[in-house]
């Protein structure tokens, strides 16, 4: 039998659970270009080159190594520093997007100017600024009601809002000022405060053929009740179904809308077809959906729910979709949650080891899933570095049951480390629904 090679660029969870869906097909071999010593991927992959995710180069010299019949590029630095334009243009196949398409993600301003050309009524009022002065007085004159964003990549952790992060005019004064001290090529974004719900539609794209996947809802604050700092994300869950228990069917069918408007809008502006994990992160507000932001790769962690109830395989979906077919993507009627465990200063302290203990055969034994975001050095010490740590995953009938099944693997781990455990409750759901329900009027 020949077998297929499939190169998965990142390093953490969400490329763990890629490599773990491709390698349920023995016709595929999979290889690792990652820039972490991540024990779970490394254990999985056929091949394995550790090298910065920047340097296209590096990247190029081992797919030409280990001559690929796909890669796919799932993080965001490679991305935005092209290696997929480098990669196409050697005759590598590729599922990701090129440079000027992760603009959608990389530069927020691109993204929003597009979509006030073509679809303004899915974003909330913005101005793009590297003037302080300009910049705080457009502030002002929304009483300083307002979210505070970097141009560029910040791993989710660089948007600050009022009344939240940032507590009264001050502050965003204060934080404004900060992102603009960076140099003279820094720009901000002021964008007026929204309230509402948020979720995520994940899709794959190629062109005008989008493949959408179950919404997901991810939690970003450190702790229960959606209270303290941001994080990269402390976890998620999604439905037995393709909506969330707080949303209608017309909410996903306008983001899925919304997602074809944008690919529409930047092929005929930029005269490109896009083609990667489009991840498109909205809110329901009182006056209908709001696009958020979007990341062309996969999130981490709605990346490990959807694939953990997805019945194809990956590779041979973008496989098909790549050579022009629009293939089926299947998943169980089973709920998902995905917790992460953290080093216990996380995210005041980074670059801490996570001293934990669990037995991962028992624990796969029960249906949960384990999965990395974490490196390992040579004596076996986990080091999450400005990642989380350790991603339980399980599915059932029920979000509450998932729960249930994560909550009880994650009570087996011995050590210092730190969890939310209130994602997928029962009283957290009710209270989304009741939260939408108020929205709606």
Partial sequence: MIMKKVLVIGSWAKEQITLENIKKDFSYEVFSYLDTENPAIIALADGFCLGSLSDSGAILAYA????????????????????????????????????????????????????????????????????????????????????????????????????????????VERYINQILAGGDKEKVIVEERIEGEEFTLQCLVNGKIILPTPCVQDFKKLLDQDKGPNTASMGAYSAAAKILPFMK????????????ETITAFSRETGQTPRGFLY???????????????NFRPGDPEWLNTLFVFQGNVAASIEALLAGEKPDLIFKEKATVSKYITPKKYPYQLNQPLEVEFSLNEIKKE?????????????????????????????????????????????????EFFHRKDIGTESQIKGKIEKVGLLRG
């Fill in 64 to 171: 030409k190594e280990i001559k690929p019949d796909l890669i796919m590029v799932t993080t965001a630095s490679p991305l935005a520093a092209g290696v997929v334009d480098l990669l196409e243009d050697k005759g590598y196949k590729v599922f990701g997007p090129k440079k000027l398409s992760a603009r959608l993600e990389s530069d927020k301003a691109f993204a929003r100017r597009l979509m006030r050309k073509y679809i303004p009524d899915s974003l909330p009022e913005f101005g793009v600024f590297d003037n302080k002065k300009e910049a705080v007085k457009y502030a002002a004159k929304k009483d300083f009601q307002a979210a505070v964003k970097p141009l560029g990549l910040t791993e989710g952790l660089g948007v600050k809002v009022f009344g939240d992060q940032l507590k009264d005019g001050k502050e």
């Fill in 249 to 260: 069917e017309n909410d996903y069918s306008r983001a899925l809308e919304i997602i074809k």
């Fill in 280 to 294: 498109g992160q909205f809110m329901i507000t009182a006056s209908g959906i709001k696009l958020i932001e979007y």
């Fill in 367 to 415: 249906g949960v899933g384990v999965y990395y975001s974490c490196g390992q050095t040579k004596e076996g010490k986990l080091m999450p570095g400005s990642e989380r740590g350790i991603a339980f995953v399980a599915e059932a009938a029920s979000i509450e049951k998932a729960c249930q099944k994560v909550e009880k693997a994650v009570a087996t781990v011995k050590g």
